[in-house]
C-alpha cells in the first residue's frame, strides 16, 4: 500500500514537471525516462535502506547514552528494557494511514489532529484530549474505547493505554512506546518480605499517596499513622484516610488547595527524594527545597548522580520507587546517624529476621 501511494505521488510529480516544462519529450537529459520498475526496485528500497541506516545510527547513539549511564555498574538491566528506555525517546512519527497492532501494556501517543478506531482487542484513554467523534462528546479519562467508533486527538500529545492486545487504524502523526519492562522486581520481593510493600503493580505511575505511605515508613511511624484515630480535611481521600488524618495532624502536608489532597496525581522522582529527605530529617527550605531536591539527595548522600540521573531517564514507575525506597533503609538519618533499617527494626515495624532475609536475597549492586 505504502510503495503504491509513492509510485502516485512520483507520477503526479513527474506530469506535473511534464505540464510545467510544456510537455518536453521525454527521454532526453533534460528530462529522462523513469520506468515504473525503476521506482519499485531501486529508488523506493534504496531510500528506505537509508532511513534504517538513519534509525540504526540513532539507535547506537542512543543506547550508548543509557550503557554510559550504566558504565562499571552491575546492573541487571534486561536487554527489552533498555530498548524500551530507548525507543521511547525517538519520537518517531508516521503519517500515512495504515493499521497497527499493538501489545498489552504499550501506549499509543497521537497528535494533534490525529484519528484512530479500535479493530480488536482493548485499549483506554490515559491522557491528553480525545474526542469520540461518533458519539460527539469527549472521553472520559480512563475512559476505555469502543469498537470502531472514530477518536481524534484535540490535544498536541493524547495517550492511549493498551489493555489487550489490539489492532487499531491510525490516521495523522503518532509515536508507539512498547510495554513497560520491570526491572527491579527483586528490590519489591525484598520489600515484600519485610512488609514494607504489599502489593506490586511495577508497571503502573506512582500516586502521590503511595509517596506519602513511604514517607511514614521511613519516618518510623507507619503502625501509628495506620491506627491514627484523628479526621482530616480534605474531600478526595478514599483509601488511607488514617495516614492523611496523621500527616495532616502532624505538619506534614496541607493538601494540594481548594480542600483537595489530590491521593491519585502521579508522583515523580523529584517529588520522592524531598519526601525521603524530610522523613530522614532534613529541614525543608533550609536543609532541602523543593526545587533542588533531586540535587539535595545527591548533596546528601541519598543516592549518587548515577542512580538519579538513571532515574529521571525513565518514566516514574512503581518500580522505580522501589529502588528508592529499598536503598532507602540503608540511609542515615540526619540527627542521630542512625540507619532507616536499624530503626524500623527497633520500633518493631519491620522483623529483624525478615530483614537480614531479604537483604540476603537481593545479588545486585547500586549504581
Known sequence: MK???WCVFLALTLLFSMSASGFATPGTSSNPVITLRYIQDDYLPSIGNKAAAAADNRL???FSHVQGL???SDLQLNEKALTRKVISRLNLRAASPGSVTLKQGSSLTLGQGSSVQLVSGAAAFDR????DATAGRDVAPKGALEGMRLYFSLAAETKVKVTADAVVQIYGTYRITPPYEVMYKDLCD???MMEIINTYELERNTTRMEMFIIFVTILGVKQEASAYPGTHPFTDVGWGPEYVAYLYDN???AGTGGGRFSPNDPGSVQQLCFILLKALGYRDRVDVFYETAVADAVKWGLFSQREVDILLSEEFTRDAMMYMTYY???ARYKDSGERVIDRLIAVGQ???EDAAKAHASVARKRF
Not at 491528553?128 to 474526542?131: I, P
Open 128 to 131: 491528553g484530549v480525545l474526542t
Open 3 to 5: 510503495q503504491r501511494a
Open 251 to 253: 505538619g506534614h502536608t
Open 350 to 352: 519491620v522483623k529483624s
Open 60 to 62: 547506537s547513539e542512543l
Open 190 to 192: 525484598a520489600l515484600m
Open 70 to 72: 550504566l558504565g562499571g
Open 328 to 330: 532507602s533503609l540503608s
